[in-house]
C-alpha cells in the first residue's frame, strides 16, 4: 500500500478515495449512478464549505479596503510611483488584516479536489473491457466489485457515458436539443452574477469580471455538450448547490440579476439612507428639560 501511495500519489490520495466513495453512494441508491453524482458532488461541496466561506470572507475584506478613503488618496498620491504605490499598498495589507492571496488561496486547495471529482466520474463511467479492467483494480476490496460492475449508465433519458447530443430527449429541425448544456450554462450564467460583488467606480478587475461572467457560461455550456452527460450533470448540481451556499451566507448580489424597481423597497431605502448625509436630531436631555420647566 505504501509502495502504491510513492509510486502514484494522486491516485492513493485523491482519485481513489473519490471514485470508491462515489461507488459506495451508488450501491447505496439502488445502483443509480445519476442520483450518486448528484449525491456525491453534494457531500463535497459540503465538505469544502469552511474554504468557500473563508474565500468570500477574504474577498469582502479586499473590498472594503479598496473602498476606504485612505486607499484611495494613496492611489492619487503615489499614480506615478508603482513601487512606492505597491509598497503602500502592502502596508494598508497589514494595517487592515487583509491578506492579498485569501482569496485565491481557497480556490487553489479547491482546484484538485474539482480534478479529482472529475476524473473519478469519468473513471467511472468506462465502457470498453479496458477501461473496465483498470477501473476494478482501483476498487477497494470491501466494495463487492464484481456485483457493482459495469455500471448502470442509464439517468432519466440519458446515458451518462456519453454525450447528451448522442441521447437527447427531443429534436428540433433534426437536432438534438442538449438539455443539460443548457442548463449549465443557465446556472453558471446565474451563479457567476449573483455571487459577483458590486463593482465601484474605477475598479480595475471590473472588466476582467465582466468578460468572466460572459464568456465562463459559454465554455462551460461547451464541455457539457462535447463531454459526457454525467459530466454536465455535475456542473449543474455543483452550481446549484454553489448557489444555495452563498445564499445561505447572505451573500448573493441580487442587483446584478433583477432591474431596480423589482428589488426590495428595504434594500433600495438602505442604500438611499447612505448616500444622504444624516441630520443630527437635536439631543432628547434637553427637550426633556425644558418641558419640565414650563410645567413648572
Not at 453534494?42 to 472594503?64: D, G, H, N
Request: proline share 7%.
Amino acid at each position: 500500500m505504501l509502495q502504491t501511495c510513492l509510486q502514484s500519489p494522486w491516485n492513493c490520495l485523491i482519485l481513489d478515495p473519490m471514485m470508491n466513495i462515489l461507488l459506495f453512494i451508488y450501491d447505496l441508491l439502488f445502483n443509480n449512478f445519476g442520483l450518486a453524482i448528484i449525491v456525491f458532488t453534494v457531500v463535497v461541496r459540503l465538505i469544502t464549505y469552511p474554504l468557500t466561506a473563508k474565500q468570500m470572507k477574504s474577498t469582502q475584506s479586499m473590498q472594503e479596503m479598496q473602498k476606504s478613503k485612505e486607499w484611495q488618496e494613496i492611489q492619487t498620491k503615489y499614480k506615478g510611483d508603482k513601487e512606492k504605490l505597491a509598497s503602500e499598498q502592502m502596508r494598508l495589507y497589514r494595517e487592515m488584516g487583509v491578506s492579498p492571496f485569501g482569496s485565491c488561496l481557497p480556490t487553489i486547495i479547491q482546484f484538485p479536489i474539482i480534478i479529482g471529482l472529475y476524473q473519478s466520474i469519468m473513471r467511472a463511467l468506462a465502457t470498453t473491457p479496458m477501461q473496465l479492467l483498470n477501473f476494478t483494480t482501483h476498487v477497494y476490496a470491501i466494495l463487492p466489485a464484481a456485483m457493482l460492475i459495469p455500471l448502470n449508465n442509464q439517468f432519466l433519458w440519458m446515458d451518462l457515458s456519453l454525450p447528451e447530443k448522442d441521447t437527447p430527449l427531443f429534436y428540433i429541425a433534426g437536432f438534438g436539443v442538449p438539455i443539460l448544456a443548457i442548463l449549465v450554462m443557465v446556472s453558471t450564467y446565474f451563479q457567476s452574477k449573483l455571487m459577483t460583488p458590486p463593482q465601484t467606480t474605477g475598479d480595475q478587475g471590473a472588466g476582467m469580471t465582466k468578460a468572466m461572467n460572459m464568456y465562463m457560461p459559454l465554455f462551460m455550456g461547451y464541455l457539457a455538450y462535447s463531454f459526457s452527460s454525467g459530466l454536465a450533470l455535475y456542473f449543474v448540481t455543483s452550481n446549484l448547490v454553489g448557489i444555495i451556499q452563498y445564499a445561505a451566507m447572505g451573500k448573493l448580489n441580487w442587483r446584478n440579476i433583477l432591474p431596480a424597481n423589482l428589488l426590495p423597497a428595504k434594500t433600495t431605502n438602505q442604500s438611499n439612507v447612505i448616500d444622504q448625509p444624516k441630520k443630527a436630531s437635536p439631543p432628547k436631555k434637553t427637550q426633556t428639560k425644558t418641558a419640565r420647566k414650563r410645567e413648572k
